[in-house]
Nanobody
Framework: QVQLVESGGGSVQAGESLRLSCAASKSSYSSGCMGWFRQAPGKERAVVATSDSRGTTTYADSVKGRFTISKDNVKNTLYLQMNSLKPEDTAMYYC??????????????????WGQGTQVTVSS
């Protein structure tokens, strides 16, 4: 069992930055696919960024060039650095992990472990 705990959310002005953290309870989390997802009110949960077992990263088009996903394998923590935030980035952000999936392919909604989420609110 892997437990994931997100932190770092908050309320900021447009153009500011936040760094989200996702602490995993086991070191094996980094052996598979990990990702950040977000869900805005009235919308479906969507993938923001992913990082797989090879360290390959992907980003949603809406965040490319502004967000960076990274891992600290010593601290068992996944990060999402969010720069130049926009009001449309407002959402609940979730991290997810699945040590049994080496690559972030297919239906990512079925990743095995999910955190409880951290709220990000960006005002104009």
């Amino acid at each position: 069992q892997v437990q994931l705990v997100e932190s770092g959310g908050g309320s900021v002005q447009a153009g500011e930055s936040l760094r989200l953290s996702c602490a995993a309870s086991k070191s094996s989390y980094s052996s598979g696919c990990m990702g950040w997802f977000r869900q805005a009110p009235g919308k479906e949960r969507a993938v923001v960024a992913t990082s797989d077992s090879r360290g390959t990263t992907t980003y949603a088009d809406s965040v490319k060039g502004r967000f960076t996903i990274s891992k600290d394998n010593v601290k068992n923590t996944l990060y999402l650095q969010m720069n130049s935030l926009k009001p449309e980035d407002t959402a609940m952000y979730y991290c997810a992990a699945d040590p049994t999936r080496a690559y972030c392919m297919g239906n990512l909604a079925t990743l095995r472990y999910w955190g409880q989420g951290t709220q990000v609110t960006v005002s104009s």
